[in-house]
């Protein structure tokens, strides 16, 4: 009953420092994707991907890298921290079908801070 | 611009009492429109989808409304339980695109 894994749940950073934030899923979903969630504004899709070896740009990709290497795990990276990137951070997967019904599976968050 | 709008922004009401939040979206074309409940501290979980055809969706105290025409969504929750208490938004996806507008939500308290 794993569904959508991310890792890590908590993480404070110093302005200028890199970081991965984990995501695997399990049910064989070809779908993947970041978003992040800031007070008072919806989900914001960071950058998505439709199957290995294959990612594209969301709304807000700037200062974020991603790749897909198996159909199972789906990293992002910050290159360079900055204040701006202080959120909470959803890694979310479905299979094709699911995204035309716009039915995501999420995970429980990464709350990053940056100081 | 396609936009997703929802209201109120919070709500608090008595257990036990019926609520209804509102959501108005701009996205064009659009495809269908689902509501998430999002508990505090957790990732949002699906509620419900009302495609262009529907009208009216009921799943368990939860009730969906769909007017196309005016682009208008409502959530209604009936007999309100404390486990009720949550953040719920509304995501519209734009046609033939995988492109989903999300609401900011509705954060709706349940007091004893």
């Known amino acids: 009953n794993a569904g959508v894994t991310q890792t890590p749940k908590f993480q404070v950073l110093k302005t200028g420092q890199s970081m991965t934030l984990q995501c695997a899923q399990d049910?064989?979903?070809?779908?993947m994707s970041w978003y992040r969630q800031d007070p008072g504004m919806g989900l914001r899709l960071i950058h998505y991907s439709v199957g290995a070896g294959i990612t594209d740009q969301g709304e807000v990709p700037n200062g974020y890298n991603v790749s897909r290497s198996t159909t199972e795990d789906f990293p992002l990276r910050l290159l360079s921290a900055a204040p701006s990137q202080t959120s909470v951070y959803f890694c979310a997967s479905s299979n094709l079908a699911g995204v035309d019904t716009g039915e995501l599976f999420f995970g429980e968050g990464s709350r990053l801070t940056v100081l | 611009k396609n936009q997703v709008e929802q209201s109120p922004q919070s709500l608090i009401i008595l257990e036990g009492k019926n609520c209804t939040l509102q959501?108005?979206?701009?996205?064009?074309?659009?495809?269908?429109l689902r509501w998430y409940k999002q508990d505090t501290g957790r990732g949002p979980v699906s509620l419900t989808i009302?495609?262009?055809?529907?009208n009216t969706k009921s799943n368990g105290r939860y009730t969906a409304t769909l007017d196309a025409d005016t682009k208008q969504s409502s959530l209604h929750i009936t007999a309100s339980q404390l486990s009720d208490s949550a953040s719920y938004i509304c995501?519209?996806?734009?046609?033939?695109?995988?492109?989903?507008?999300f609401g900011s939500g509705t954060r709706l308290l349940v007091r004893p």
């Open positions: 049910m064989n979903h070809e779908y």
């Open positions: 959501c108005n979206y701009t996205v064009s074309p659009f495809s269908n």
């Open positions: 009302m495609t262009f055809s529907e």
């Open positions: 995501v519209v996806r734009k046609d033939s695109s995988y492109k989903l507008i």
